[in-house]
């Protein structure tokens, strides 16, 4: 069936340097695709969405990359802090309806 | 109250036993979500209520899993005779019905132990 999916389980990073969360998805029929932030213990946190009709969208600190022609999604984090590790999930909505179809997830780890 | 709320946060249950998850979506929500979150992975859908309309049940495991929403607000989930299979982080969301994108709140989920 269609999935979104990631690339990377865990990804390490020294303090201060930018860091790539990459994402795979299959279903051509979604109109937003969302990045959350998932702390210990709580529920995700909305990071930034982008609509299929863009391929870039930026926010603080974060960039959201969309390639349509690979299927492929990024989150970019500017000047990683240690506030920053957390897991984090792409997610996607069809454009027939409401429901968020989520991928399995990266670790981010800050390293001080 | 500002955000989506869940309780109990923890719940230890015997195997066999009839468990009950509450989710308070944020006033004036109109479309409420079940997720199921095992350890160290993503997120599995399990219902959408919207509005008045016929719940989306698409993503409910067995028949051992229901979920009410009662006048359009508070929801409940039940899972009955628990198995071991069932312990899993259960978290709910809700969004206007309009929300594309980043419209969408989640709670902090319901920790279900099954021993």
């Known amino acids: 069936g269609e999935s979104v999916g990631l690339h990377l389980p865990t990804l390490s990073v020294q303090e201060g340097d930018n860091s790539i969360i990459n994402c795979a998805y299959s279903?051509?029929?979604?109109?937003?695709f969302i990045w959350y932030k998932q702390e210990s213990g709580k529920g995700p946190q909305f990071i930034i969405d982008?609509?299929?009709?863009?391929d870039k969208r930026q926010g603080q600190r974060v960039t959201v990359l969309l390639n349509k022609t690979v299927k492929h999604l990024s989150l970019q984090i500017a000047a990683t802090q240690p506030g920053d590790s957390a897991v984090y999930f792409c997610?996607?909505?069809?454009?027939?309806?409401?429901?968020?179809?989520f991928g399995g997830g990266t670790r981010l780890m800050v390293k001080p | 109250g500002a955000g989506v709320s869940q309780s109990p946060s923890n719940k230890v249950t015997e195997k066999g036993k009839d468990v009950e998850l509450r989710c308070d979506p944020i006033s004036g929500h109109t479309a409420l979500y079940w997720y199921r979150q095992s350890l160290g992975q993503g997120l599995e859908f399990l219902i959408y209520?919207?509005?008045?309309?016929?719940?989306?049940k698409s993503g409910l495991p067995s028949d051992r899993f229901s979920a009410e929403r009662t006048g359009g607000s508070v929801s409940t989930l039940t899972i009955q005779r628990t198995q071991q299979e069932d312990s899993a982080v259960y978290l709910c969301?809700?969004?206007?019905?309009?929300?594309?994108?980043?419209?969408?709140?989640f709670g902090s989920g319901t920790r279900l132990t099954v021993v």
């Open positions: 982008i609509r299929s009709n863009m």
């Open positions: 279903n051509s029929a979604s109109d937003y």
């Open positions: 209520f919207q509005g008045n309309s016929a719940p989306d």
């Open positions: 997610a996607e909505i069809h454009n027939a309806g409401n429901m968020l179809t």
């Open positions: 969301a809700s969004s206007r019905r309009e929300d594309r994108g980043g419209g969408y709140t």
